[in-house]
């Protein structure tokens, strides 16, 4: 009776194996991240075209009924209306709030600012690698359109800068009619960037 002995297998085996094992785990996570940011981009833009809608039937129903004196209570992610930069390409509903929800689907407006297209300084917030990306390439001088119920209100940039994020003082009040965009910088940073890129505009 011959007795066997199990030896481990070599390192080479064990270190291929190993190499395998390590594929598989960084294919299948891959994968799932790749699912997840398709989802959401694809929850976005469907929800960009919902947007659109509501948008469209608050105007109609402003003009059939005309305007009222009482302002219904806004909840997170209410449709306020759509910004329009031409000369950028960029278009996109604004929402109430800036929850992490909120901010996936639009651009949120910032509570304790006027809303959009009210008198005061408004201010607006957005993604830096979603709604607020081609923001990198807007000027001086550059035209923005903010879409409400009750019309559209023309701005031109006025200037663009960085800040530190405890900077507040860009959303303080305004006796003009004007609006702020606020994103995280720099666009490509990896993590929760360190700065806030600024774009002030004045309605024309």
């Known amino acids: 009776m011959s007795l066997r002995i199990h030896r481990p297998p070599p390192w080479g085996l064990r270190h291929r194996r190993l190499v395998r094992w390590c594929r598989r785990v960084l294919f299948l996570t891959g994968t799932v991240a790749m699912g997840y940011v398709g989802l959401t981009l694809l929850e976005a833009r469907l929800y960009q075209a919902s947007a659109k809608h509501t948008l469209e039937a608050q105007i109609q129903t402003l003009k059939k009924t005309g305007p009222s004196q009482v302002r219904p209570p806004l909840n997170p992610g209410d449709v306020l209306g759509r910004i329009d930069i031409p000369r950028l390409g960029m278009s996109f509903a604004v929402l109430q709030g800036t929850g992490s929800r909120t901010l996936r689907l639009g651009a949120g407006h910032i509570e304790g600012t006027p809303l959009p297209g009210e008198p005061g300084n408004s201010g607006i917030a957005g993604h830096r690698d979603t ?3 081609e923001l990198r390439n807007i000027r001086e001088h550059d035209e ?17 800068k960085v800040v530190q994020p405890e900077d507040v003082g860009v959303l303080a009040p305004s006796t003009d009619s004007a609006l702020t965009l606020v994103s995280c910088y720099p666009f490509y940073f990896v993590g929760p960037a360190p700065e806030r890129f600024i774009v002030h505009a004045r309605r024309n």
């Open 131 to 133: 709604f607020f990306r």
């Open 144 to 160: 923005i359109q903010l879409q409400t119920a009750t019309g559209v209100t023309h701005y031109e940039v006025d200037w663009v």
